[in-house]
């Protein structure tokens, strides 16, 4: 589904403005510590300024430019960015996908567009990959450490850049403290203490506004934001103009690579260090690609080339100028002490403050994204996703991690405080990231493009070389602050990799302990089983099968409701997934059983799960499914028989019709055939149970329905019979445990998905469903 079917010139020039307070507030807010966190010890003269200049230009000129805007942005996956796009792009393309969810169903539509392609390039490669399972675990292993990377610099962006302005703000004060007293000994002493303790608690103030204005979205954020950006940018490139003209005009012959290349003649462990600075000026850079759900491709590439790109080189150059003119004086190499009037610094501490706060939105934006993609994989527990814009689907706010967020930032902006070390954690997530995204790309554009290997290899070569060398550059200085990521990326990869591990060994749990319809239709009679008034609503991750739990919960009460429906949620590796082919919908046994199966298929940037109406739906298609089940020329073969692929109900009437009414009633249990029964489930009275307001939806035959067959007719009276009757749900509640005598990795992944889901959020099919009409039945995972 593409979000942006007409985008008009005043449409994309809308979205421009706001990408500037989301994406590009880290780009523009880099000047603030990219210089700061040199150790001037390490600069021996001024023409190592220009060097480094020279190296900051090339940077942004190959990384940003030429890889993002003109090349990885055209990889989206129907409008949607981040290493989890391009993971999902392979799984189509290639069959590299270790996720189970759309195993099933993508047998049953082998026949879609998404299939993998049939090229001519498949030959070699695409066989080796698909073939070798190493492979595949690797691509896993790239999306999800790419995802740790993004994830992690959503933490480590805010405190830096915060901490980089309330610092500039501490010596503001510093300066203006010094006209209050006569004693100098009383002067320094201020002044030490105000750069000493007003920088960090400034910042945790700051980040608390930040994380606490999330919750109005992508946006009203971009509408308040973009404005501070603009300022800021005018405000810093018109002195690094200045400072260009007035210090040193001969930076300019600085973009010139021979600069470069002398840097790298006399490279030695010092120079290794300033390059981890240098690294810096491309922080954000990533947030173009990632938070590409949020804008459109020509929005974000507009706004970097036309603005963001000349800019950025303006204030690098001013400030490289001013350093190496001032090369000796102290704080030279700080970015307020670039204005050259007293005045206009306090202006400028002010501004920076606002200016940093919008700079750490591109990273948390583009974690949020990256939380609702990993979610609907089943590789992050699950959490409330809270769609912000009805026009644009990708642009999401996630409460919890939005707190999670802020309580690791202003942790590590506390035990850290200093911009140095933060700035070596945040390269080696900046470069790490960069390096995932390269090495994908690679593969999208061999396997999905369909370029020559030669074409894949030289991307990968080219780009590959240069951030590799920037992330040994960052690991060089692994003890003075790098290791804070390592840290973070133990939590979310331990995180991401105990829920995969979790939910893969329950699917196939559930895949092993499943039976056979027959077992349900054929032998279930002779069992004693009954069929009680209702409609049974049976969830579960089987597509075919009887699932384990609801076998379990036959063999201990024999009875079943007179319409029973089996309804699964399959993820697919698409950002959408169509309205008009959302739904499969079949038969399970023959017809007098009246059991149906609903497989709901969405991608990982849909929300088809937290609807009132969701069961009502699901009946009304089922109603569909029964007037075109004959003679259905495009109905799919399933190992349980024919499956139709259907969207929203009809509008021409031919099947069920609803009739909305809305009353405060009291949803009670639909199986209460005896007294043993109503015991085994456990289920209150009525009378115990508060009434709740709902939308309640009846259903009638349409006016044609004298024209119907009259088993079309008698069927679809039943299933009204049976709504009338009233609803009950059934969902399976897992117990894992480790088997005797397992390693110590197997028990402590299994001890950390057990932890993650008693803390999660609840399974989404359960939110809407009145607690006296749900029952859980648990049943234990031995692994």
Known sequence: M???????????????????????????TAPLYVLESIDPEDIRSPNEIHELFSFVFWTLTIIPLLKYACIVLRADDDGEGGPFSLYSLLCRHARVGLLPSNRGSDKILHHEKDSPSKGKLENKARRAIEKHKSCHYLLLFLALLGACMILSDAILTPAISVLSATSGLGRSLATISVKFFSSEKTKDHVANGLKKYVPTPAACAVLVCLFTLQHHGTKRIGFIFAPIVIIWLFFISGFGLYNIIHCDPQILRAVSPVYLLRFMKKINLRHWKLLSSVVLCIAGSEAMFADLGHFSKKSIKITFICFIYPVLLLTYAGQAAFMSKYFSAADAFHLSESIPNKNLQHVFAVLSLFASAVGSQATITAGFSIINQCQALDCFPRVKVVHTSEQILGQVYVPDVNWLFMTLSLAITIGLHDVSQLAKATGLAVTSAMLVTTCLM???????????????????????????????????????????????????????????????????????????????????????????????????????????????????????????????????PVPYIPENRRYLIGRVGPKEYKIYRCIVRYGYCDNVRDTDDFEDQIISLIGEFITREEYDCEALSSPEGKM????????????????????????????????????????????????????????????????????????LLEIIEARESGTAYFLGQSHLLARKGSNFFKKFLIM???????????PPVALNIPNAALLEVGTLYTL
């Open 2 to 28: 593409n979000r942006f079917l007409k985008e008009t010139w005043r449409h994309t020039l809308l979205l421009s403005f706001q990408s500037l307070g989301v994406i590009y507030g880290r780009l523009s």
């Open 752 to 762: 950390a998905y057990v932890f993650l889901d008693k803390n999660s959020r609840e």
């Open 442 to 572: 690679s593969l999208v554009i061999a396997l999905y493009w369909e370029k020559s290997w030669f074409a894949s290899v030289c991307f990968l070569l080219f780009f590959g070389s240069i951030e590799a060398i920037y992330l040994s550059t960052s690991l060089v200085s692994f003890f003075r602050g790098a290791w804070c990521l390592i840290i973070l990326f133990l939590l979310f990869m331990t995180t991401m990799g105990a829920w995969h591990y979790g939910t893969l060994k329950k699917y196939e749990f559930d895949v092993e302990n499943k039976v056979s319809v027959e077992w349900l239709t054929d032998y279930s009679p002779g069992l004693g089983v009954s069929r009680v008034p209702g409609i049974g609503f049976v969830y579960s991750d089987v597509d075919t099968g009887i699932p384990a739990f609801f076998s379990h919960f036959i063999t201990n009460l024999p009875a079943f409701h007179q319409v029973l429906i089996f309804v699964s949620f399959k993820s697919s």
């Open 644 to 715: 139709i692929i259907l969207g929203s109900p009809m509008e021409d009437g031919n099947a069920l019709v609803t009739v909305a009414e809305t009353s405060s009633s009291t949803c009670t249990p639909t199986i209460r055939e005896s007294e043993s029964q109503r015991h085994l489930l456990d289920i209150p009275s009525d009378s115990a149970n508060p009434p709740i307001t709902r939308k309640r939806v009846r259903f009638t035959l349409p006016p044609k329905s004298p024209q119907m067959r009259a088993s079309v007719r008698e069927e």
